[in-house]
């Protein structure tokens, strides 16, 4: 295991400590934390919420870090823009990812060519996150995102992370965990794409 990697990891586990102190109400920590500059509101225990102001400032463009796609190939992830886009940030071992994974595999097969879905992975192997996306029944396009680049650049605070890019690479929106149903809403609004269409 590389060093960024677990780094990476490190990092990620001592985030899930530091929610589960506040979940479970140790009020020195939460107080700490509250009285910070944190973007997260945790009303529900192992769920990531955005505050009303999201991680991201909207408009901003759509960040150009490397990515690998599932063949290894490296590229720039400003060249993804050009359609509407859902880009969902996850990993495996994460439950709230593990559970809106089929909502978005079945948004994605509902909305045809009108929007594109691109999950972005900055923690797991190349076959371990495409065994599990297939599992889950996704079909749109994976990446890697081994430096956590384009997570890093995206403001990432906790997963699942949804960013929507518009066709000019603007971000209009993000979310924290989504259901179908929430998920269609936000493609509605910000694409004016409709359930069931093409465009």
Do not use: H
């Given at each position: ?29 939460r ?7 944190v ?38 992830s400003?060249?993804?823009i ?5 880009v ?6 994460c ?5 809106e994974?089929?909502?978005?595999a ?40 081994p ?8 403001g ?7 960013v ?11 979310a ?21 269409t093409?465009?």
């Open positions: 295991m590389n060093r960024a990697l677990r780094l990476r990891l490190f990092a990620l586990a001592m985030g899930v400590v530091m929610v589960g102190l506040i979940a479970v109400g140790a009020p020195e920590v107080d700490a934390i509250v009285d910070g500059d973007d997260a509101v945790l009303t529900n225990p192992g769920e990531y919420q955005l505050s009303e102001e999201g991680a991201v400032e909207t408009r901003a463009v759509f960040p150009s870090a490397d990515i690998i796609d599932v063949d290894g190939v490296t590229i720039d400003s060249d993804l050009g359609t509407p886009m859902v969902n940030l996850w990993f495996a071992a439950p709230p990812c593990q559970r994974m089929p909502d978005f079945a948004v994605n097969d509902s909305v045809g060519d009108s929007v594109k879905f691109v999950g972005i992975n900055p923690v797991d192997s190349s076959s371990a996150m495409t065994e599990f996306a297939a599992r889950m029944g996704v079909t749109y396009d994976l990446y890697q995102d430096m956590a680049e384009l997570t890093d650049a995206l990432t605070i906790g997963f699942p992370y949804t929507f890019v518009n066709e000019r690479g603007q971000i209009v929106g993000d924290g965990v989504l259901t179908a149903d929430e998920l269609m809403a936000l493609i509605s609004e910000y694409f004016g794409i409709e359930q069931g093409d465009v």
